[in-house]
């Protein structure tokens, strides 16, 4: 009976059978024809801009937002301060992470393959209050830097996102900050081993000093709010704020038309902690080139900058003479166009905006990284240091130096004399090297020239050393053969800006008592920003005029009588 059943229910000519199979299918296609013919319809077109889903910054609990707020839309092309020329059909801006430091807020903006160009007159930042769909409040940014745009600190708990025009609704969605002080800022896949390099900020570990690498490790995602989605690998080494890790197969060798170019690295702490805790990121690992059998430089120079462009065009062109072939300028947040500045050397310099604050020592590692497939040497040295080879009968260039080195040498030292404002009020119209002469007698500590590729895995690093692999060691180099001349303690006007927000790491401002007998402070001047009054003649024990008279001598231009880096100067000398 039950067999029989089947059977005629399922015949072909039983109506019942019929409309089972076939009706639901009719009924499902019907709809889908007629609601196509009303959408699309030129008379009524629902679907003006095409969906185009955005990243989102990872975050716990992020507060409900619109329907609308999950596409991308586009930037009105008729704000009267745009070329509309151009505007491609619908370009779109993404904000694809935004960090809050204890002064700005930086967004990370992502543009179409041919950008918008904008200016910060064009553009405003824009403010949602906790759990609101709409702006409240609307102010000019403070810069912006291709795709960085810092905008003043929003009020606690608000999104922040971008606007064109105040009256125009239409924008990216908006974003929650991230909090500086926890946070993976920066990630790269070393080419040499294939691992991760993840730079963390609040991993709190002690200086110079290997922290336990089985307490970390990496993780590999999206969205770090549901772990079970992450890919995970093991820490290999952990010192300061650098992590490195074995890079899983998946994010080395991805799948073609994959989403792998948004993924992020973070690091979580395993022990002590159930369930482990992620740290938020914004670190999406590119990789660094492979270092060469031969490599193009003999010698490379590596600094970190905050508006510092006008001392920029001495340091590179006095260093091009002694043997810098390249140069790595970290901008770490200056708005004093030094991009300009750059762009109009007539050397290879290039510029890498670093905005993470108090961050030297993560980004020396970095640029370590990066410089390492093209120089054979890279001096980590800042803007008012000079290499100056006091025997030039000698030796010619430090080129010259370190080919004297053996294989197993992998960094050299060289003292440092720290130069005083020698008796001036004002800055010196010729540059520094022509300008201070008088130093102390005694050189406070040395700076380091090392080979990329003796550094410990780790990148430990602390005042410009490095800890280096085994089988390498260090030598001190003789005075009289090389020494770096610091023009530290310049007139007031100069010093006074280089302590506010110091890009190194020991020392924040002048009102942070942090640290107050460190030598990154000036001897006796305490916390304030008062100038002492008898600055220009502090740091005086020695008048030296080496430099300066070897500097007025090789670039001072005939016909001129400027130097080579004054206004009107600038001929190149190789």
Known sequence: MKDHHRRKRSGGGDLYGWWRRWGRFFLFSLSIFLFSSFAFSPSLRIFRESFRPVLLSTWRNPPPLSASSTTTTT???DHPTIDRRLLSPHPSLEIRDAVNFPDQTLLFLKHPPNPLEFTKHAIHCAYYPPSSTSSSLHLPPISIDAQILRCPTPPRGFLVSVSFDRSDGRHPPPSRPHQWHSLAYEAVIDSKDSTTVVFVKGLNL????????????????????????????????????????????????????????????????????????????????????PARRRRAHALCACTMVRNQARFLREWVTYHARVGVERWFVYDNNSDDDIKATVDSMAFNVTRHPWPWIKTQEAGFAHCALRARAACEWVAFIDVDEFLHLPNRTAVASMREVLAEQPDDVGEVR?????????????????????????????????????????LDDSLMNVVHHFHLREGFGYVNLERSAVVINHYKYQVWEVFKEKFYRRVATYVADWHDKENEGSKDRAPGLGTEAVEPPDWAGRFCEVHDTGLRDWVIREFTEPGTGRLAWEVGGGRRRD
């Open 75 to 77: 930037i009105s092309d």
């Open 206 to 289: 002690r200086p110079e000093r290997l922290a336990d690498a089985s307490r970390f490790a990496c993780v590999y995602g999206w969205d770090f709010s549901r772990p079970r989605y992450l890919l995970t690998s093991d820490a290999l080494s952990v010192a300061q704020e650098i992590v490195r890790c074995r890079t899983p197969l998946s994010v080395l060798n991805p799948k073609p038309n994959s989403t792998s170019s948004v993924i992020k690295a973070s690091v979580i702490f395993k022990r002590f902690r159930a369930p482990p805790l992620v740290v938020p990121s914004v670190a999406r690992p590119a990789p660094v080139p």
């Open 414 to 454: 060289a003292s440092c004399h720290s130069f005083g404002p020698s008796g001036r009020k004002r800055a010196p119209a010729r540059g520094v090297t022509a300008g201070y002469t008088c130093r102390m007698a005694s050189p406070e500590r040395h700076k380091s020239i090392v080979r990329p590729e003796a």
